[in-house]
């Protein structure tokens, strides 16, 4: 699916990081970065001095790859108020790797990021937080977040089944499938 917006960015370059984080416990490099997103459909346009920018008709990337992971995800309208930021990096108090999706602005930002941050122990290797990552899909005419069943399971064992992953906002389930009431974005569980 096309990137449409930021959040159909941020969270399916999350569900990516995370996978690279947990296999390796380490950060991926800019260039690992540069080319999931463009697995995602993103374009590079430059590339150098501690900054890579990519985008396509409806998104610009920003990656800033340092000793931390910085990317910002912006409308390419320039609208502030809807960027996102994907973060990551070493907290050596926790000795963790933290991956969050945040609003770029918490100020102007319209809505609140309902995606737990992914905590992975640096002692364990384990994940230890229930971050709703996934990719979109469209299917007939609606957008989906899709969400694999051990994320699922870890939601569902979170406590918080009811809360959108992308706003925050509350989810109405049917079966399989979830729409939040207040941002419209729909979830959906698969079994691979």
Known sequence: MRAYDPVTVAIPLAYRLEKVILERKSLPSGD???EILKELGLEELYSGKG???????????????????????????????DA????AYHDRKLNALILEVLPANDIEYEGNIGVEPAIISLDSG?????????????????????????TFQRWKESGKLDVCPVCGGELSWRGKKAVCLDCGYRVKVVEE
């Not at 990337?61 to 309208?77: G, K, Q, S």
């Not at 709703?132 to 051990?150: M, N």
Request: aromatic share 6%; charged share 30%; proline share 5%.
């Open 32 to 34: 690992e970065v540069k």
């Open 84 to 87: 996102l930021e994907v973060i």
């Open 126 to 150: 384990e994940l230890e937080s229930a971050p709703v990552f996934g990719e979109f899909k469209e299917e007939g005419g609606e957008i989906y977040l899709v969400v694999d069943r051990d």
């Open 51 to 81: 900054l890579s920018l990519l985008r396509n008709r409806d998104v610009v990337v920003l990656v800033f790859p340092r000793e931390n992971l910085v990317i910002d995800v912006i409308p390419a309208t320039g609208e502030v108020s």
